[in-house]
Every structure is written in structure tokens, then in C-alpha cells.
């Protein structure tokens, strides 16, 4: 994994060097801490965040990101939820990062709590095997020891972008 400056808010996180499709955007803007208290809050504001961006729909992009296809979400039990989401109208890979004030319930039945979403917006016409590369080098990134507490105390979000590269 390698991360880029484009400009001085702009990053570009190559995964692969071979598969241009696995690389990801972001920027200071898809990165905020947010007094959020529920998953719809979390949703909603992420929703904002993607229109802002990308001119996305509020409301399709809210009821992208509320579907209940588990395979869309995935908890790591620390504390880290990383939501992925395919849409036609982005022309590039996107990350967005909420750090929660307060952590809050995501499941109820389990107790699991959460307090950092990951999101990432990925273009539907990706391949599925550059999509699960991209899932899978994230995931390990996000499991790795300490990675929740060291999130945690980032102050800014180019900090935040700098510890997704491995070490």
C-alpha cells in the first residue's frame, strides 16, 4: 500500500501496482469526528458527505448504505466498522473515515460496539477480484494490534491516512 499527495488536500492510496482499479481517493473532507449516536446518524452523515463530493443522490445514497447485505459490513470487534459499497456514478474509488465521539451499539443482540467507520465507495464496473483485494488489504490493516487506539489519538485526517500504510 502506498499513499500519494494529489494535491494539498487530495491522497491517492495505491493498493496494487499492477491493477489501477485498486486505487482509492480521499481527502481531508472524508475524514470528521462527529457526536453521532445512532447507525441512521452514522448513514445520514456519510450521505451528506458523498453528495458534497460527488453530487451523489442524499436519498439513493442512503438507501445504498442502509441495505442490509451482510456482506456489505464488516466488524472487526475493536471497535472498527468498515462499510463497502459499489456506485455507478463515482469515476474513482473513495474513502471516507467518521470517528464517533461516543461509541455506540451497533448490534444490539451481540452488544458490539462501534466507534470508527470506514467507508469505501467503490466503482460497480471493478472487477470483483479487485474489489475483494481491496477488502482484504484494508481488512488487514484495520485488525492490526493497537490500530483502533492509534486512530483514536490522530489529530488530523492526514494523520489518519498516514496510518493506513503498513508498516
Same mark, same amino acid.
Request: some cysteine; charged content about 25%; hydrophobic content about 40%.
Given at each position: 500500500?502506498?499513499?500519494?499527495?494529489?494535491?494539498?488536500?487530495?491522497?491517492?492510496?495505491?493498493?496494487?501496482?499492477?491493477f489501477?482499479?485498486?486505487?482509492i481517493?480521499t481527502?481531508?473532507?472524508?475524514?470528521?469526528? @462527529?457526536a453521532?449516536?445512532?447507525?441512521?446518524?452514522?448513514?445520514?452523515?456519510?450521505?451528506?458527505?458523498?453528495?458534497?463530493?460527488f453530487?451523489?443522490?442524499?436519498?439513493?445514497?442512503?438507501?445504498?448504505?442502509?441495505?442490509?447485505?451482510?456482506?456489505?459490513?464488516?466488524?472487526? !470487534? !475493536?471497535?472498527?466498522?468498515?462499510?463497502?459499497?459499489?456506485f455507478?456514478?463515482?469515476?474513482?474509488?473513495?474513502?471516507?473515515?467518521?470517528?464517533?465521539?461516543?461509541?455506540?451499539?451497533? +448490534?444490539? !443482540?451481540?452488544?458490539?460496539?462501534?466507534?470508527?467507520?470506514?467507508?469505501?465507495?467503490?466503482?460497480?464496473?471493478?472487477?470483483?477480484?479487485?474489489?475483494?483485494?481491496?477488502?482484504?488489504?484494508?481488512?488487514?490493516?484495520?485488525?492490526?494490534? +493497537?490500530?483502533?487506539?492509534?486512530?483514536?489519538? @490522530?489529530?488530523?485526517?492526514?494523520?489518519?491516512? @498516514?496510518?493506513?500504510?503498513p !508498516?
Amino acid at each position: 500500500m502506498k499513499i500519494e499527495t494529489v494535491n494539498n488536500s487530495a491522497y491517492e492510496i495505491c493498493l496494487s501496482k499492477t491493477f489501477i482499479e485498486q486505487k482509492i481517493m480521499t481527502n481531508k473532507k472524508s475524514f470528521i469526528d @462527529a457526536a453521532l449516536n445512532s447507525r441512521k446518524q452514522i448513514l445520514k452523515k456519510i450521505s451528506e458527505l458523498a453528495k458534497n463530493q460527488f453530487g451523489l443522490s442524499l436519498g439513493d445514497c442512503y438507501e445504498s448504505l442502509d441495505s442490509k447485505s451482510i456482506n456489505d459490513n464488516i466488524s472487526y !470487534n !475493536n471497535g472498527i466498522l468498515l462499510i463497502n459499497k459499489t456506485f455507478k456514478e463515482i469515476d474513482s474509488n473513495h474513502l471516507f473515515c467518521v470517528r464517533l465521539q461516543k461509541p455506540i451499539v451497533l +448490534n444490539k !443482540n451481540l452488544g458490539e460496539k462501534i466507534d470508527i467507520v470506514f467507508v469505501i465507495f467503490i466503482q460497480d464496473r471493478i472487477k470483483t477480484s479487485s474489489r475483494l483485494q481491496i477488502l482484504s488489504k484494508f481488512s488487514r490493516v484495520l485488525k492490526g494490534n +493497537n490500530f483502533r487506539d492509534t486512530i483514536i489519538g @490522530a489529530k488530523k485526517p492526514e494523520d489518519v491516512i @498516514a496510518l493506513l500504510m503498513p !508498516n
